[in-house]
């Protein structure tokens, strides 16, 4: 099982930029990782998923180094409606579940 | 933009009651999910289904539990007999197609039911 960890919680403000590191040592050769983003009392949500390298979408992007024992996801220019959990998964390609670990905690102040 | 639904938004019941909680995936999705997430605690996993059977469970998804789809809109989680622990926030989720399928890989989720056993 490729466990993740990441840290509890980050407090960031309007206007700069997050970045949240995620460390999945054990991670497969067919393995992805992802990122979901969850608001209190609300379902998870996806943000992005990537496999090696830099991804990157409206949201955010996904940095990946070439050992892919790690990676980041970078928010530019946090609002303080980004303030939600983010979860850093590893999709096992032979599966089809999401397995969640704690998350980091992001809170924007203004 | 297409969503998942859920009913109720908040179930209350009593210990010992049976509870079925309603979801309607997406609409061109093949694969449903259930999770669970206890107060404060992590998203759990509790089984997925395909073709109209399960297709992966877990330790937590034992014989209270059992999963329906019955019409081609509808997916439901039975729990028969509940317990004060099995307080929650349910998820259901939904997906267009599994892991191995693509490169990008989304689960959609609901916006979950309150279950409060008392």
């Known amino acids: 099982l490729a466990k993740t960890t990441q840290p509890i919680s980050m407090d960031s403000y309007e206007g700069q930029e997050v970045n949240i590191t995620c460390s999945h040592n054990?991670?497969?050769?067919?393995?992805?990782i992802t990122w979901y983003q969850q608001f209190p009392s609300q379902g998870p949500r996806f943000i992005i998923q990537?496999?090696?390298t830099k991804v990157t979408n409206e949201v955010a992007s996904l940095f990946i180094p070439a050992d892919r024992k790690s990676s980041t996801l970078s928010l530019p220019r946090v609002s303080l409606s980004d303030t939600a959990v983010y979860y850093c998964l590893v999709l096992k390609a032979a599966g089809n579940k999401l397995t969640f670990g704690g998350g980091t905690r992001v809170l924007v102040k203004p | 933009e297409p969503e998942v639904t859920q009913t109720p938004s908040h179930q209350v019941t009593q210990m010992g009651q049976e509870v079925i909680l309603r979801c309607v995936p997406i609409s061109n999705h093949l694969y449903f999910y259930w999770y669970r997430q206890i107060l404060g605690q992590k998203v759990e996993f509790l089984v997925s289904?395909?073709?109209?059977?399960?297709?992966?469970k877990s330790e937590i998804f034992d014989d209270q539990f059992s999963v329906e789809r019955p019409d081609g809109s509808n997916f439901t989680l039975k729990i028969r007999s509940t317990k004060l622990e099995d307080s929650a926030m349910y998820f259901c989720?939904?997906?267009?197609?599994?892991?191995?399928?693509?490169?990008?890989?989304?689960?959609?989720f609901g916006p979950g039911t309150r279950l409060t056993v008392t």
């Open positions: 054990n991670i497969a050769t067919n393995d992805y």
């Open positions: 989720a939904s997906s267009e197609a599994r892991i191995r399928d693509r490169d990008s890989y989304e689960q959609y």
């Open positions: 289904f395909y073709n109209n059977e399960i297709s992966e």
């Open positions: 990537g496999y090696k």
